[in-house]
């Protein structure tokens, strides 16, 4: 407990001296008096007084613009603590030793090459004296090609033992998340291509049904009214039993083995119509023909012939229209009609 305790006060010292030097260097000021000039206002500029004035002008001097790396390596030291904070082995010689070395070649390497390739109004030049001392070492024997490259090596050199940069595993990292992004545009681009597929077949669905509909209307204008037959009369002729029980018994018991009267039985409505009216017949020889259209066969129903108990339908088939492929679908069209039973007869006599 008391160990995590120091370790959280000295995450705060590191992360107050972190403002600090940013509010230092942020309002640092030219004519403020510091280590390398007194200064020509009275007035001290700086946020955090005559002391920001003078360390903001030594660090920008040495350093140049690269002086803001100091607060962000307090930030990332204090990152790392706050990781850590539980570990068995928080402090180690060895690591400090690493991250202290990797931070002074980040460093160097870094005033180094703002000085190569950037201009600055800041004294002397953008990576201060300290990026304009290894210039002017190098330069004469490397030239400007030779130092950069120098220099980038140290850099990268300094990343890895000072932030313990591996970039053999940043690599993998970057390598899995560009295959990731991959197969999310991959994706995006099939289901983009299918979704435009869809839209075109309904397109072309659309214009299909429009033209079979603009066919089945103009078929249905000049269709021919369905002649349907009358419901052949079947003349009523009573039974000899019902003549005979209507001249009654002349005794009223009647003998074993004598059926039941006729009475008995519930009387005939004579105005009872059974059988289908002309709209239905009509309305059925339509779906007929929709049922065979849909099993890819054009017919037309050209006569109607209803009966008490089965009703005829005669159809014309399309030309190159088989009526063996009519015939093969009797139990089909019977399930798609909803009729107990159903029969082809492909040639009907007369």
Known sequence: ?????????????????????????????????????????????????????????????????????????????????????RSAQLFSWELLGLRSAGFILLLLSSTALTSLHFASELQGTAGGLLGKALTVLTMPSLELAGSSLLYLTLLFVGLTLGLGISWLRLADTIGLHCLRAWDQVQQKWDKWRTKQREEKEAKVLIKQRKQAFDHYAEKERKRKPIEIAPVREVPKQPSKRVQKEKQGRLFDSPTVGDLPPLSMLNSWDENKKFGFSSEALEAMSRLLEIKLRDFGIEVEVVAINPGPVITRFEVQPAPGIKVSRISSLVKDLARSLAVPSLRVVEVIPG
Request: net charge positive.
């Open 1 to 85: 407990m008391r160990r995590l305790a120091m370790v959280e006060g000295l995450m705060l010292v590191m992360l107050a001296l972190a403002l600090y030097l940013v509010l230092a260097l942020w309002s640092y000021s030219p004519l403020d008096p510091g280590w390398s000039g007194t200064g020509s206002s009275r007035a001290i500029q700086n946020s955090v007084g005559a002391s920001g004035a003078w360390f903001s002008d030594v660090l920008y001097l040495l350093f140049g613009h690269l002086a803001w790396l100091f607060p962000l390596m307090l930030v990332w030291g204090t990152v790392n603590l706050f990781r850590e904070r």
